[in-house]
């Protein structure tokens, strides 16, 4: 068997035996042998992902821009990336809230349950709101000024600041591009090179992926389990139609909207997309984050989608910072969830500001430690709902983060694909 054309199925053995390790750990009281033995190799996977995440953005994005024949090029491909990335993420607001409003889990929970809920993640909650009121001290322009780092080094020190490093390799590649080409390309080769070895780099640490991905699940059950099986069956028990209804919303927003842009924008057929980014798609699920999954997406975009190098390098980067498709979808899905559990009608008008906010979010609070949890308590009180109602969606939110993930950086690959394609750059063989 060819190891690295057959890599999702290693990765899916992986998460399989890491769900399987997960829930034996919990029912034997094995938690600390997990986290002193197991989850560490998890935590190599992840941190080799993101030790790559920042020079691969300065590379790809100043090469990629820098290669474009004049700015006008890049302010069509930047402005059908940007109108692609709001137009699916306002579909998944609005197949969200459909499916809320028509299922209506917060009408499924008991009260008792309600209050266990809340007594158990009360701590937690009272914890991500503090964190939500130093956000919303800041101005409304404080997005803004986030993004511009006064510092580049240390901007490129903290995955977090990853807005930041997109911005210095966009002002870079474009500064590149203005000036004279003997001028330009002594620093294009060291980038090109810088490129071209990270990328090799993606592949031999994708040789780790299977361990990888069976640590940081067997961990995930460990952590939410807390060495008790039926904490964890009650806990999913309770909220049930509430992680249905986000899972279906995310499953009918991928298999839809994304099915019918591969299908009817690009020549690729759907098998071959989701063949192609596969594995991409289960590094995502396993660490929960588009930032670490961005090398793994970017290999698989060019190398099996054939996306260029030109957009991959501009639209997948800028897609893992500002395009949260599964986040918003997830925010406004919690938003009414929490309202129903707690009585509160939402009219009109209020789930139409969900849809206002959560696309803003999508874009604008990248700096913030924790968005997508803060902006959500941000969007309860902006409609009258206490924002103490996220202690009933905390215990199964890392679960969800894994769902939501996957949808993030399938909606990244998929705008990356409809662009090349409509710019001529998308090789079909």
């Known amino acids: 068997m060819n190891w690295s054309k057959n890599l999702h199925i290693w990765i899916i053995l992986g998460l399989v035996l890491g769900l399987g390790y997960g829930i034996l750990s919990a029912s034997m009281g094995w938690g600390q042998f997990t ?33 474009l024949s004049d700015t006008r090029k890049l302010a069509r491909i930047g402005g059908k990336t940007i109108a692609i990335y709001i ?15 028509t299922i209506r889990p917060g009408d499924t929970v008991p009260d008792e349950v309600r209050t266990q809920l809340q007594s158990d993640w009360g701590d937690s909650a009272e914890m991500r709101m503090e964190s939500a009121e130093s956000a919303e001290e800041r101005g409304p322009l404080q997005a803004f000024v986030d993004m511009v780092p006064r510092n580049i080094a240390s901007a490129a020190s903290n995955n977090r600041n990853m807005l930041q490093v997109v911005l210095i390799a966009v002002l870079f590649g474009i500064s590149l591009l203005l000036i004279p080409s003997d001028k330009a390309k002594p620093l294009l080769r060291v980038f090109d090179s810088l490129t071209a070895a990270v990328i090799k780099l993606v592949e ?23 060495d008790n099986m039926s904490e964890l069956w009650s806990l999913l028990g309770a909220l049930g139609f509430y992680m249905l209804v986000v899972i ?3 499953i009918v927003h991928v298999t839809i909207t994304y099915g019918s842009i591969i299908q009817f924008l690009t020549p690729l057929g759907i098998k071959k997309f989701i063949t192609g ?11 929960s984050s588009s930032g670490a999954t961005l090398p793994v997406t970017m290999d698989r975009a060019e190398n099996k989608l054939g996306v260029s190098e030109e957009v991959s390098s501009f639209v997948l980067p800028l897609g893992a910072t500002i395009n949260m498709d599964g986040t918003a979808l997830y925010q ?50 902006s409609i009258g709902v206490p924002a103490t109602g996220i202690a009933l969606i905390l215990g199964v939110d890392r679960i969800l983060d894994m ?26 063989e």
């Open 35 to 67: 986290q002193n033995w197991i989850s560490p190799f998890g935590d190599i996977f992840l941190n080799a992902l993101f030790m790559i995440a920042v020079p691969l953005v300065l590379g790809s994005i100043i090469t990629g821009i820098a290669s």
């Open 403 to 428: 769902c939501r993930t996957v949808c993030n950086v399938t909606g990244d690959a998929t705008v990356a694909t409809v662009v090349a394609s409509s710019e001529g750059q998308l090789k079909t």
């Open 277 to 287: 980014i596969a594995p991409a798609q289960l590094v995502a699920f396993s660490t």
């Open 332 to 381: 406004a899905v919690a938003a009414v969830f929490i309202a129903q559990t707690l009585g509160i009608a939402l009219g009109f008008m209020d789930q139409l500001e969900i849809i206002l906010l959560a696309v803003l979010a999508s874009i604008g609070t990248a700096a913030v430690p924790s968005a997508g949890i803060i902006m959500l308590i941000i969007i309860l009180q």
């Open 248 to 250: 279906l919303g995310l």
């Open 87 to 101: 137009g699916t993420t306002v579909a998944a607001l609005v197949i969200g809230l459909i499916l809320v409003n």
């Open 204 to 226: 031999i640490i994708m040789w780790i992926a299977p361990i990888g991905v069976f640590a940081l699940l067997a961990d995930t059950v460990s952590l939410i389990s807390q």
